[in-house]
């Protein structure tokens, strides 16, 4: 999430929304449309435009954007986010799911991944939650299920992520799914006009199906 990829300034496509989003989805091929993830009490499921007013409120707060790479100032920015990782993920390149509750279809955060450039071979993740779901186990499952996905369906073999050494939640939440600190990436971050030291961490396929058999987690539905 330090480097969400999407910048505003450079999406001058405005493409509409792909149908699959809005009607039912019957691809098993990710590229056509996202499959939705169903564990206990968390569901991932594609973005759609209606989701940007609920990740405007949640996700520009100072305490969640603060470590982040800044998120789109308005609502109409985040509906442009969503249209863009739509046509990411028909490209190939790139994949968000919204995190939601069971029974209550509002998005409450994101999950996204980016290839690394080799058909997803090597991948880089991040994620954030609205504030009032930190703590509850949201992050936890909603990370089993997309690491669960990134490997099991997309077929990464190491999946990367940076977190502010400063954010000791970001550090706590990477540390708990088994990711490896690797080396501090000093001065690499710049946020509000300061440069920051980022950890690097890596989780490999073989330390993902290690983790996962010690965790009580119970693995997707995937509802195409
Ligand atoms: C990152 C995020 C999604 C994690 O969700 P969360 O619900 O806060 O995560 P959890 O509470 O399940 O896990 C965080 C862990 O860090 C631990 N932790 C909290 N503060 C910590 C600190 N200062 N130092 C080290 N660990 C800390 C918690 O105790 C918890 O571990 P536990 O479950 O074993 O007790 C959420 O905090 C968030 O959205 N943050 C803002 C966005 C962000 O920074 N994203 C980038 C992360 S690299």
């Not at 409120?57 to 790479?69: K, M, P």
């Not at 703590?135 to 940076?162: C, D, I, M, S, Y």
């Not at 006009?193 to 330390?207: K, T």
Request: glycine fraction near 8%; charged fraction near 20%; charge should be negative.
């Amino acid at each position: 999430m330090e480097k969400m990829p999407y910048q505003a300034e450079l999406d001058t496509q405005l493409m509409p929304y792909p149908v699959a989003v809005t009607e039912p989805i019957t691809s098993t091929d990710w590229h056509d449309g996202l499959p939705v993830l169903t564990g206990e009490q968390v569901v991932l499921r594609e973005l759609r435009a209606s989701d940007a007013a609920p990740l405007f409120a949640l996700l520009t707060t100072e305490e969640v954007s603060r470590f982040i790479s800044p998120p789109p100032t308005t609502v109409e920015g985040f509906e442009k986010f969503i249209a863009w990782t739509l046509r990411q993920r028909q490209a190939g390149a790139y994949v968000c799911f919204a995190v939601t509750v069971k029974g209550f279809d509002t998005a409450i955060g994101i999950f996204q991944v980016r290839d690394g450039g080799q058909g997803f071979e090597t991948a880089e993740w991040g994620f954030a939650l609205g504030s009032q779901f930190w703590g509850t186990g949201v992050f936890t499952e909603g990370a089993a299920l997309t690491l669960e996905f990134v490997f099991e369906t997309l077929g990464v073999h190491r999946l990367e992520a940076r977190a502010a050494v400063l954010n000791g939640r970001g550090n706590g939440a990477l540390l708990k799914m088994g990711a490896v600190q690797e080396c501090v990436l000093r001065k690499s971050f710049l946020r509000n006009g300061q440069y920051l030291d980022q950890v690097l961490y890596a989780i490999l396929d073989s330390d993902w199906r290690a983790t996962r058999s010690s965790m009580n987690i119970k693995f997707p539905v995937q509802v195409h």
